[in-house]
C-alpha cells in the first residue's frame, strides 16, 4: 500500500470511519503498540464493540485525540483563542500567540527587560479521553450492567501533595512505601533541601531528572531550578511608570489616596509566579496557604498570617486601604494579591519574574540553611549568591534537554484544556470512502 492509501485511511479512521480504523488497528497489531492503540481507540469510538472491550478489559483509557494527527483547526473549534502555532510536548499541544490588539513594543523601552505582551501567550491541550464503560453502553446500552463503569486511579499530582507533606514528619517521606509521582518527587526536593535526610544534591539532580524524563512537568521545572537554569521567560517584565502613567494613575485613583498599593506594578506573569518551584517550597516550609495565612503557630502573627525574621504576610481584607499582602524585611520589597495568593498580583517594585523568583529562592536559603540576609535594597539582595547543584559531565546532554523544554520556559500558561482529535462520521461519507479504497 502507498504512502497516499494510508494517509487517506488514516484521515478516514480519525473522522469515523470503522472500517479504516479497524484496518489500521489490525495493520499495526504486534508491529507498533502506539500505533495499535491509537486505532483500538478510533475504532471504538466508531462503534466497534470489540475495541471498546479490550480496553475495558486492559484498563485503558480511550483516547480521543493524539497529537500526531492534531491541526491548528482542531483546537480553534473548541477554543476561540488567536493562535499563530503549535507544538507538541509529550502527548500534549502548545498553542502559542499574542493578544488581538497586539502591535509590539520596543525593547529598549524596558530597560532590556521582555514586555509581556511580546512575550505572548501560551495555552496547553491535554488529550480529552473517555471511559470505555461509556462507549460500550452508548452503542450497547443493554450491556451496561455487563460492563459497569470503572473508576481510573488519578495520581496525586506534586502541589496537592505538598498540603499533605505539612501535616506530616518530614522523615515519614523517606519511610514511606508510597512511589507515585509526587512522593518521589518530594523525596528528591527533601534530599536537595536537606529536610528529613542530609542534604545530596547531585542524587537528588539524578532522582528529579528521571522524573521528568519520564514525562513529569513538575520534575522538569525542578530541574531548572537546582541547576539554576534562566529561561528568556524569566525576564518578563512590564516597563518603568512614565511621568505621564504616575499622573495618570494619580488622577484614576485620587478616591484612594490613603491606599499605599495606589502606585503598584503589575507582576508580568501570573501563571510563572504561582507555579513555580520557589514559591511551592516557600510556602511549604512557611506553611502558607493560597489565602496567606500560617500552619505554623510560633510564627504565627494576629492575622494568622506567617511572620518571621525576612517575612510578612497580612490577610487582604478586600478593603479600599490595603496593607501589602507579602513583605520581604530586609529591603520593604512587597507585594499584594487580591483575596488569595496570585489573584491579581502586584508589587511595589517593578521587578521582572526570574528577580522575583530569585528573591523567594533566597528565602528559603535563609529559613532552611541560615544564609545571612543584610538589609539593603532590593538590587543588593538580588546580587547575592544562590545554591545550585553542579552538573556531573556525563548528565550535561540530558539536563540541557529538559531545561530546555521544561514549562518554565512557556510564557501565559493561561489556561489548560482538553482537545479532539477525533470526529463523528455523520453522514457515512468517510465509511463510504473507506471502502471504495479498499475495495469492501
Not at 536537595?192 to 531528572?209: C, H, N, P
Not at 488622577?251 to 511551592?280: G, H, T
Request: charged share 30%.
Amino acid at each position: 500500500m502507498d504512502d497516499y492509501m494510508m494517509n487517506e485511511l488514516k484521515y478516514l479512521a480519525r473522522n469515523g470511519s470503522l472500517t479504516a480504523a479497524l484496518f489500521l488497528k489490525d495493520h499495526y497489531k504486534d508491529k507498533d503498540v502506539d500505533m495499535e492503540y491509537r486505532y483500538t481507540c478510533y475504532s471504538a469510538l466508531a462503534g466497534d464493540l470489540n475495541s471498546a472491550i479490550e480496553l475495558y478489559s486492559s484498563d485503558m483509557k480511550v483516547m480521543r485525540a493524539f497529537v500526531d494527527d492534531c491541526t491548528v483547526d482542531d483546537l480553534l473549534r473548541f477554543n476561540e483563542i488567536s493562535i499563530e502555532h503549535i507544538e507538541s510536548h509529550g502527548d500534549k499541544m502548545f498553542a502559542f500567540g499574542h493578544d488581538k490588539d497586539w502591535k509590539g513594543y520596543r525593547g529598549e523601552s524596558n530597560e532590556g527587560y521582555i514586555h509581556p505582551k511580546d512575550a505572548g501567550f501560551c495555552c496547553v491541550f491535554d488529550p480529552h479521553y473517555e471511559n470505555p464503560a461509556f462507549i460500550i453502553r452508548r452503542f450497547h446500552p443493554e450491556l451496561a450492567e455487563e460492563y459497569p463503569r470503572k473508576d481510573y486511579k488519578q495520581e496525586k499530582d506534586v502541589v496537592e501533595f505538598k498540603y499533605t507533606l505539612m501535616s506530616m514528619e518530614p522523615a515519614s517521606i523517606f519511610e514511606s512505601t508510597d512511589n507515585s509521582i509526587a512522593c518521589r518527587f518530594w523525596r528528591a526536593m527533601f534530599r536537595y533541601l536537606g529536610i528529613g535526610v542530609e542534604r545530596d544534591g547531585e542524587r537528588a539532580l539524578r532522582e528529579m531528572l528521571e522524573l521528568s524524563e519520564s514525562g513529569d512537568e513538575y520534575a522538569a521545572n525542578a530541574v531548572a531550578f537546582l541547576v539554576g537554569y534562566q529561561p528568556e521567560s524569566f525576564r518578563q517584565r512590564y516597563p518603568m511608570y512614565s511621568d505621564k502613567d504616575l499622573r495618570r494613575i494619580e488622577q484614576s485613583l485620587s478616591y484612594r489616596m490613603d491606599d499605599p498599593r495606589r502606585f503598584y506594578y503589575k507582576v508580568a506573569d501570573r501563571n510563572l509566579i504561582q507555579d513555580s518551584i520557589e514559591w511551592m517550597i516557600l510556602s511549604l516550609i512557611t506553611g502558607i496557604d493560597s489565602y496567606g495565612f500560617t500552619s505554623i503557630e510560633d510564627k504565627m502573627n494576629d492575622e494568622g498570617g506567617y511572620d518571621d525574621d525576612i517575612i510578612c504576610t497580612h490577610r487582604d481584607r478586600e478593603s479600599e486601604i490595603r496593607p501589602p499582602t507579602f513583605v520581604f524585611k530586609p529591603s520593604g520589597y512587597s507585594m499584594g494579591w487580591y483575596k488569595y495568593v496570585w489573584r491579581s498580583p502586584e508589587q511595589n517594585e517593578n521587578l521582572s519574574v526570574g528577580e522575583i523568583l530569585r528573591l523567594w529562592r533566597l528565602c528559603v536559603e535563609h529559613i532552611l540553611w541560615g544564609k545571612e540576609m543584610p538589609n539593603g535594597t532590593t538590587k543588593e539582595i538580588l546580587e547575592l549568591p544562590i545554591d545550585t547543584v553542579p552538573v556531573p559531565n556525563n548528565l550535561k546532554e540530558r539536563v540541557e534537554s529538559v531545561c530546555d523544554d521544561a514549562m518554565c520556559n512557556y510564557p501565559g500558561l493561561s489556561r489548560r484544556t482538553s482537545f479532539i482529535t477525533f470526529d463523528e462520521d455523520s453522514d457515512d461519507y468517510n465509511e463510504k470512502r473507506a471502502k471504495k479504497l479498499l475495495e469492501v
